[in-house]
C-alpha cells in the first residue's frame, strides 16, 4: 500500500521505521512529541478540546503520561492523495504500558485517510491505553480505520473522539481481533449544520476474549445525518458487549439516524450483551435502531450443503458474507485484503 507510514514501537515513533512521501504544502503529518516542539502553539488550541480529561479514569491516565503519537494538520481545501498508516508496534520484551496520543486536525474543504493499526511481534502480556481526537473542517472529510490485531494475552482501552463542523463527514471503520479484553469508546458530535457521520465495526473473539464497544454519537445540530452498524462474530467462551447511543438535541431538527448490532454465535457459551440507545429531545426526527443475536442460518447451510460445498467451506462462505457487509465499505485495498485474510484464516478450520 502506498502510505506516509508512521511507526511507533512500545509508543515511541520510529524514524527509521517510517516512511515518508511527498506532501502538499501546509499538510504536517509528525510525532507529536516533535511537532510539541515545533508547532506547540496549533496543538493547544485543539488537543483535549473534544474530550474531557477527567471523564474517565483511562483517559485522564493518557492525558496526564502519554509521551508520543501521531500528529496530523491538513490546511483549507487540501487533499491529501495517499492514506496515512499509523503502525503501533508492541514487542512483546516486558510487561509494559503504553500511552499513544493521536491529534487529526482539518481544515475546510480538506480531505484526509488514515489507517490506525496496532499489532504485536510476539506473545506477551502488555498494555495499550490510546486516545485519538478528530477535528473535521466545515466541509471535510476524515476517513478513518482502526484495526486493532493484537495478541491475545495483550489488554487494551481505545478512546475516539471526533467533532464535526458543518457539512463534514467523518467516517470510522473500526475492525478488532486481538486481545484479551478490548474496550472502545467511541464518541462523535455532530456540531455544525448538515454534518454526517458513518459508524462500522466487526469485532471477531474466541476462546475468553472480551470486546466491549461503547459509542455515542451526539446530534447537537440540525439537518445531520448518522449511521452506525456494528457487527459481531463470536466463539468459545468469548464475550461481546455493545453499548450506542444516539442522542438528538432539543434544536437539531431534521435529523436522520439509524443504527444497528448484529452478531452470530458460533458456539453454546459465547455470549453478547448488546443495547442500542435512541434519547431524542427534538420533534421533527427519523431515528430507528435494532439489535440481534443469532446463530448461522441451518437453512443456508443445508442449501449450500447439497450443492455439493464441504461443511468447512459452507460455514466460511456464510461467515464471509455475514461479515462483508463492513469490510466491503473500506476504500484501502490492501487494508480490506488483509482483514479477510484474517477472517479466513481464523475461521476456515475453526476458531481455536
Not at 6 to 15: D, E, H, K, L
Not at 113 to 124: D, F, Q
Not at 175 to 188: C, D, E, P, Q
Request: hydrophobic share 40%.
Amino acid at each position: 500500500m502506498r502510505a506516509y507510514t508512521m511507526v511507533f514501537v512500545n509508543g515511541f515513533y520510529s524514524a527509521a521505521l517510517s516512511k515518508s512521501l511527498p506532501l502538499q504544502k501546509g499538510v504536517v503529518i509528525a510525532s507529536l512529541a516533535e511537532a510539541m516542539r515545533s508547532d506547540e502553539g496549533q496543538i493547544s488550541v485543539h488537543i483535549s478540546k473534544y474530550l474531557d480529561p477527567g471523564a474517565d479514569a483511562f483517559t485522564a491516565l493518557n492525558t496526564a503520561f502519554t509521551l508520543d503519537g501521531a500528529y496530523i494538520n491538513v490546511p483549507d481545501g487540501v487533499v491529501v492523495e495517499d492514506p496515512v498508516h499509523i503502525l503501533f508496534l508492541s514487542t512483546g520484551d516486558a510487561q509494559t504500558i503504553s500511552q499513544p496520543r493521536n491529534l487529526i486536525i482539518t481544515g475546510s474543504n480538506s480531505q484526509v485517510r488514515i489507517v490506525e493499526h496496532y499489532a504485536s511481534l510476539r506473545s506477551g502480556v502488555y498494555f495499550t491505553n490510546s486516545v485519538t481526537e478528530v477535528k473535521v473542517g466545515k466541509n471535510s472529510v476524515v476517513d478513518a480505520v482502526k484495526v486493532q490485531a493484537e495478541n491475545i494475552e495483550s489488554y487494551h482501552v481505545a478512546t475516539t473522539v471526533a467533532s464535526i463542523d458543518a457539512d463534514g463527514n467523518y467516517e470510522s471503520h473500526a475492525l478488532s481481533n486481538g486481545s484479551k479484553i478490548y474496550r472502545h469508546n467511541l464518541n462523535v458530535t455532530l456540531g455544525g449544520d448538515g454534518g454526517n457521520t458513518t459508524l462500522e465495526g466487526l469485532y471477531l473473539t474466541a476462546g475468553d476474549q472480551l470486546s466491549d464497544t461503547h459509542s455515542m454519537i451526539d446530534h447537537a445540530s440540525p439537518h445531520c445525518t448518522s449511521g452506525e452498524h456494528y457487527k459481531g462474530i463470536l466463539d468459545g467462551k468469548s464475550r461481546a458487549v455493545f453499548n450506542g447511543k444516539i442522542m438528538v438535541r432539543k434544536d437539531a431538527q431534521k435529523t436522520n439516524s439509524y443504527q444497528e448490532n448484529r452478531n452470530i454465535i458460533l458456539s453454546d457459551e459465547a455470549k453478547v450483551d448488546t443495547k442500542p440507545q435512541l434519547e431524542i429531545f427534538a420533534d421533527d426526527v427519523k431515528c430507528s435502531h435494532g439489535a440481534t443475536v443469532g446463530q448461522l442460518s441451518k437453512e443456508s447451510m443445508f442449501y449450500l450443503r447439497s450443492r455439493g460445498i464441504g461443511e468447512e467451506q459452507a460455514r466460511m462462505i456464510l461467515i464471509y458474507a455475514f461479515a462483508n457487509d463492513v469490510l466491503k465499505n473500506i476504500k484501502e485495498d490492501a487494508v480490506r485484503s488483509e482483514l479477510e485474510g484474517v477472517l479466513a484464516s481464523r475461521f476456515l478450520m475453526g476458531v481455536q
